[in-house]
């Protein structure tokens, strides 16, 4: 069964420290993955997609289907980065659009 | 933020009372969504819609049904409230993108307690 696993439920940085949020998945698909991020009194949204290959707000995330792995990526944080992120992983066929998505890990970034 | 609104916002029930909660798009877009989101779960799909009448279950469906009449109203129905069901609950909708389907944009969200 697909499974989305973000091992941390808190990362903790200084800014201008690296950060990077950890995602691994399950499927026995292609999959198609995601990061959503939820800023503190905003609604869900999203960040990016990898098959976009987009960088935005300077993070970045690599699919390795070896390691099934997803992890978003950014060289230097911001306070403004300090929400709650979501890796998620699209399953059934590709004309459903559901997602599964990992418990989310709150990135705190301290001045 | 896409035309998504969601009502009510906050909820408070008893245990074994029926409760509906609604999500409307203005944006004419195909699919739509219903998510709860708990602690130590992430989002986890409810219910989702293809289009008018098409609805179909997703992780967790037992104890919620769900209706889409028009275009832009989905429904999720709290047959028999349970203590189990106290969560955030968030509506979603996306279009299609060529042969997959596209980004889903979020609601704001309804915070339902069952007390």
């Known amino acids: 069964a697909q499974r989305v696993t973000q091992p941390e439920k808190l990362l903790s940085v200084f800014k201008g420290a690296p950060v990077e949020l950890k995602c691994n998945y399950s499927y026995s698909g292609s999959p198609e993955l995601f990061w959503y991020v939820q800023y503190s009194r905003q609604r869900l949204q999203l960040l990016l997609r990898h098959i976009s290959r987009e960088s935005i707000k300077g993070f970045t995330a690599d699919l390795n289907k070896g390691e099934t792995s997803f992890h978003l990526k950014k060289p230097f944080a911001q306070e403004e980065d300090s929400a709650m992120y979501y890796c998620?992983?699209?399953?059934?066929?590709?004309?459903?659009?559901?997602?599964?998505f990992g418990q989310g890990t709150t990135l705190q970034v301290k001045p | 933020d896409a035309g998504i609104t969601q009502s009510p916002r906050h909820k408070v029930t008893e245990t074994g009372t029926p409760v509906t909660l609604r999500c409307h798009q203005t944006?004419?877009?195909?699919?739509m969504y219903w998510y709860r989101q708990d602690p130590g779960h992430g989002l986890r799909l409810i219910h989702y819609?293809?289009?008018?009448?098409?609805?179909d279950k997703g992780e967790v469906s037992d104890g919620y049904s769900v209706s889409r009449s028009k275009t832009e109203d989905f429904l999720l129905t709290l047959e028999s409230a349970t203590s189990s069901q106290t969560s955030v609950y968030f509506c979603?909708?996306?279009?299609?993108?060529?042969?997959?389907?596209?980004?889903?944009?979020f609601g704001p969200g309804t915070r339902l307690t069952v007390l």
């Open positions: 979603a909708i996306s279009s299609d993108r060529g042969a997959s389907v596209d980004t889903q944009y």
């Open positions: 819609s293809y289009g008018v009448k098409d609805t």
């Open positions: 998620a992983l699209s399953y059934g066929s590709s004309n459903t659009g559901k997602l599964i």
């Open positions: 944006e004419n877009h195909r699919y």
